[in-house]
């Protein structure tokens, strides 16, 4: 049985679909049921699922919002992998925990390996470079995926933004200076349950990985591919005008660089995601199709 925390999000969502689809055993928390950063509420639903492997697909993810709230940023993202952590370790049940691209400042020019330093930019990148920390303390047994510019038919996420835009508006501006890899919902949740069936047959080497879509591009490069494939379907094609970050201020600094190399996870585990045009076109036709 796999218990997946954070069931409520895009990502736990797609797990438990996912997870269903292939008949294994799985059962979700959302975090009314369960906070990941309540030890009474972990030990809980622990005890009640009596699970052989623990997802945490819970976060703070309000990237510019952490800025004016670090208290609850970090009580998500760096004291609740600690809770399940110490959890985890103490029932003998792994954990995989997932992370981000935002724990890097994004001043190097080509794609992160998981033993570049970190330094993060924003209260989000530290929250979670924090958690990743309170995780290795409290728990041998688990795998930290660093993940980036997630998005999935469920949930919030750039790629519906686009949409909700593109149906709306005949230009676009999105900033073209960040680059980074686009990550398929799909891709991580087959990724984590790849990685969940290595962990049952004892094949696993814990520790932190990267994973992330295949392929790398801007936020520009993006949104031009979503309204490229949304265009057919809807008749919409609005410009998508590049733009740079300071056109374009948010509270929170992002990495210009975030492009993650995913190779140590498809040399370990024997899996490597779909090219991201692919997946974002895929999911253009199901959100609009
Ligand atoms: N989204 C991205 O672009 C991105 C990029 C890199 C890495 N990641 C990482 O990928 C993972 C999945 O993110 P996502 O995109 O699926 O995010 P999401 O859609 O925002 O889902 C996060 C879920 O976590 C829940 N949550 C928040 N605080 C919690 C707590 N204290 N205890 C338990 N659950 C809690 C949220 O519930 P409420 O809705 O009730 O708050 C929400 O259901 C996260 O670890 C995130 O940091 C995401």
Request: aromatic letters at 6%; proline letters at 6%; a negative charge.
């Amino acid at each position: 049985m796999i218990l997946v925390f954070g069931s409520g999000g895009q990502l736990g969502q797609e797990i438990l679909l996912a997870a269903r689809s292939r008949a294994i055993p799985v059962t979700g928390v959302t975090r009314a049921e369960a906070d990941v950063a309540d030890a009474a509420a972990v030990e809980a639903a622990l005890t009640a699922a009596r699970p052989n492997l623990v997802v945490n697909a819970g976060a703070y993810t309000k990237v510019d919002k952490a800025e004016t709230d670090e208290a609850e940023a970090f009580r998500a993202n760096a004291t609740g992998p600690g809770i399940l952590g110490r959890a985890c370790a103490a029932a003998g049940v792994p954990l995989v925990h997932v992370s981000t691209d935002y724990v890097f400042d994004g001043s190097q020019p080509g794609a992160y390996r998981e033993s570049d330093p970190i330094a993060p930019l924003g209260v989000y990148g530290r929250s979670k470079a924090a958690g990743e920390a309170a995780l290795r303390e409290a728990c041998d047994r688990h795998l930290i995926l660093r993940t980036s510019w997630v998005y999935g038919i469920h949930g919030a996420n750039f790629l519906k933004t686009m949409l909700r835009l593109a149906a709306d508006r005949d230009e676009l501006r999105v900033v073209a200076d960040q680059r980074g890899c686009p990550t398929s919902t799909l891709d991580l949740a087959d990724a984590i349950l790849h990685a969940a069936t290595r962990i049952r047959d004892g094949q696993t080497d814990f520790g932190t990985y990267h994973l992330a879509g295949q392929g790398v591009t801007t936020w520009h490069g993006f949104a031009s591919r979503i309204v490229e494939a949304q265009a057919p379907l809807t008749g919409r094609t609005p410009l998508v005008v590049p733009i740079t970050t300071p056109e374009y201020p948010t509270p929170a600094r992002r990495p210009a660089n975030s492009e993650l190399d995913s190779s140590l996870f498809a040399r370990t585990f024997g899996y490597t995601a779909k090219p991201w045009e692919e997946r974002t076109d895929e999911a253009v036709k199901t959100l609009v199709g």
